[in-house]
């Protein structure tokens, strides 16, 4: 536990007191217990006294937690007449940490395109690459959009052969098997940005 003279800029570590629930609202990388704000990660704390509020920047590779609205990479495993089921598989920007929460996810076909869908079948395939945006991280699975110009597929794989897709006048086709498909690709599909 830390001395009474902590300051913005000290350095925390989880467990380490910051004040009090009378004094600060608790904020990001803490928690508050029994009227005590405690530092739930390592970093730096930020002793807000204009907003009264306690947080802490995490200093340590902390697996990040999804929240509405962050961009996710993920695989369709599963496709159902209602819903797309995923594997997540990254944060956008967070590539090289491991997620805190179930790796399931699912997008609803009315989440699907900002275009009326009957059929899922022409917007994912079993396989294909997605970046898709959280809806509601707080449910298992973790429901997903993929409405929006950057929202979709990034990389479609061929129904017959497997092979990596190229965009082609609005389609996908295969380049060794010549197959075209129909996805809901992302708008810089094919490029390799996550």
């Known amino acids: 536990m830390k001395d009474e003279g902590l300051k913005s800029g000290d350095f925390v570590i ?3 007191v910051l004040g ?3 004094v600060f609202m608790p904020g990001e990388g803490t928690y508050e217990d029994e ?3 405690y530092s739930n990660v390592a970093g ?3 002793l807000d006294m204009n ?3 306690a947080s802490v920047e995490a200093k340590s590779n902390v697996p990040p937690v999804l929240v509405e609205g962050d961009p996710v990479i993920c695989e369709i495993v ?3 007449s209602q819903m797309a089921l995923v594997d997540l598989i990254a944060k956008c920007g967070h590539e090289d940490r491991s997620l805190t929460m179930s790796p399931k996810g699912r997008i609803y076909i009315s989440q699907a395109s900002k275009h009326y869908v009957t059929n899922l079948q022409n917007e994912f395939r079993i396989g294909d690459l997605v970046r898709a945006r959280v809806r509601d991280g707080r449910k298992s699975p973790v429901e997903l959009s993929t409405i929006g110009d950057d929202m979709g ?3 479609a794989l061929c129904t017959k052969c497997r092979t990596s897709m190229k965009k082609k006048d609005g389609k996908v086709e295969c380049p060794k098997c010549g197959s075209i498909e129909s996805r809901n690709m992302s708008q810089d599909y094919g490029k390799g940005n996550l």
Do not use: Q, S
């Open 44 to 46: 730096v704390v930020d």
């Open 78 to 80: 599963d496709l159902r």
């Open 51 to 53: 907003k009264r509020k």
């Open 153 to 155: 597929v990034i990389l």
């Open 35 to 37: 009227g005590i704000i």
């Open 14 to 16: 989880p467990g380490d």
């Open 20 to 22: 009090v629930g009378e």
